[in-house]
């Protein structure tokens, strides 16, 4: 069955990068094209420039937007290593569960041993978004803490209503669901 699957894969790959190698000639047409295209549209490094829906909604300062971003960058820096260790205890779940000199029972031993240890450190990520969000509310006058706390509310509402539907898009966003 492995031995299978990877036979598709490899199969898969060849046709991709052949059908990749034939598209070349074309994708001069195409660079011209998009470059005149990437000229109406701003580059990421704009994001910058532009207020978020946050922003927008709870009209902070210059200061604030400032001071969030502080708090944002601190949090990224606390994230990163977590991050980190989730993704390596990730891996070695992988290449134990494809060692072929281990037993199933060993497999599954060695496998949820290092998923508690991919919860301890979900918890730990956890940990760090709730101190954040205290710093970033920190920062908030009454009335915007008041307008945050109910976008909050409504993210919880659209969360329970894409998980209560398989997380499928709104009714109302569904290019199937007929007009009214």
């Known amino acids: 069955m492995k031995k299978s699957l990877i036979i598709a894969g490899l199969a898969a790959s060849i046709m991709l990068t052949s059908s990749i190698a ?15 295209v990437e ?13 978020s829906p946050i922003d ?5 300062t210059d200061e604030q937007k400032k001071q ?3 708090i944002r960058m601190k949090g990224h820096k606390e994230m990163k290593p977590i991050f980190d260790k989730i993704k390596a205890k990730k891996e070695e779940i992988r290449q134990i569960a494809e060692n ?11 496998i949820d041993a290092l998923e508690i240890e991919i919860l ?15 710093e970033f509310e920190a920062i ?16 919880r509402k659209m969360h329970m209503m894409k998980k209560r539907n398989g997380h499928k898009k709104p009714a109302k966003f569904d290019k199937q669901a007929p007009l009214k």
């Open 140 to 155: 908030l006058t009454p009335e915007q803490k008041a307008e945050f706390n109910k976008m909050k509310e409504e993210g």
């Open 22 to 36: 034939n598209a070349a000639p074309n994708t001069v047409k195409a660079d011209k094209q998009q470059t005149a």
């Open 68 to 70: 969030a971003h502080e």
């Open 56 to 60: 927008e909604r709870l009209k902070l």
């Open 39 to 51: 000229k109406q549209i701003p580059k990421k490094c704009d994001k910058k420039m532009k207020r």
């Open 120 to 134: 301890k450190l979900k918890q730990q990520a956890r940990k760090v978004r709730i101190q954040n969000a205290k």
């Open 100 to 110: 072929t000199k281990l037993t199933e029972e060993q497999k599954t031993k060695k």
